[in-house]
């Protein structure tokens, strides 16, 4: 079947603008994550969505991030008033999940968001 | 907090050489641990996993070991090949469900 999907592939956006990435999870997975790969920082979690209950948004970097998930399906991570230090490659993963344990992560090919 | 650590890149071998990339993690209670690999111009897979301690999780000639004494897991293969050379990244899901902490990753480039 279909891996995870995002789009899209690459967005160059001016400082300031506001930037929507999008994932498509694997289908039947009830648990999604973002993630943010830069140079800097490494490999950061940003947002976990589980079934129906509240999201960890405790790897959002400020409030100028936010997402949802709209029928437990896809996702979608808004960046506000984009800034250079958001420049990097976003990564979507999901995975099935229990809520007693979670299983293998996989994720999608990543957005590169690059702001100029 | 919960947090891993592994040996900096570039690490650059020749076919057939013995590979370690060493990665330490620091956790509450007892955490899961995972290497994952990116292929160039592909996304990160699950290479291995191991979630108790003295599990040994192997793949593809890959093997680690979750050693809690020394709070390591270290990646080993006794024979690289060309088509290993990737980025490699070791991970741990601690307290927090879901939530997996990545070390900076170490670029392998392996020359035939």
């Known amino acids: 079947g279909a891996g995870v999907s995002q789009s899209p592939s690459n967005k160059v956006t001016e400082k300031g603008k506001d930037v929507e990435l999008r994932c498509d999870p694997i289908?039947?997975?009830?648990?999604l994550y973002w993630y943010r790969q830069s140079l800097g920082q490494g490999l950061e979690f940003l947002i976990y969505?589980?079934?129906?209950?509240?999201?960890?948004k405790s790897g959002l970097p400020s409030d100028r991030f936010s997402a949802e998930r709209t029928g437990g399906s896809v996702s979608t991570l808004t960046i506000q008033r984009t800034q250079q230090e958001d420049s990097a490659v976003y990564l979507c993963?999901?995975?099935?999940?229990?809520?007693?344990?979670?299983?293998?992560?996989?994720f999608g090919p990543g957005t590169r968001l690059t702001v100029t | 907090g919960d947090s891993v650590t592994q040996m900096e890149g570039p690490v650059t071998l020749s076919e057939e050489a013995f590979l370690t990339i060493n990665c330490t993690y620091t956790?509450?209670?007892?955490?899961?641990l995972f290497w994952y690999v990116q292929y160039p111009g592909e996304g990160l897979q699950l290479l291995l996993k191991a979630t108790k301690a003295d599990d040994k999780g192997s793949n593809k000639g890959f093997e680690a070991t979750y050693r809690k004494e020394t709070t390591s897991f270290h990646l080993e293969k006794g024979s690289v090949q060309v088509s290993d050379s990737a980025v490699y990244f070791c991970a741990l899901e601690g307290s927090t469900l879901g939530r997996l902490y990545f070390g900076r990753g170490t670029q392998l480039t392996v020359w035939p």
């Open positions: 956790a509450t209670g007892y955490p899961s």
């Open positions: 969505f589980q079934g129906n209950s509240a999201p960890d």
């Open positions: 289908s039947g997975h009830t648990a």
């Open positions: 993963a999901s995975s099935l999940s229990t809520g007693a344990r979670t299983y293998e992560q996989y």
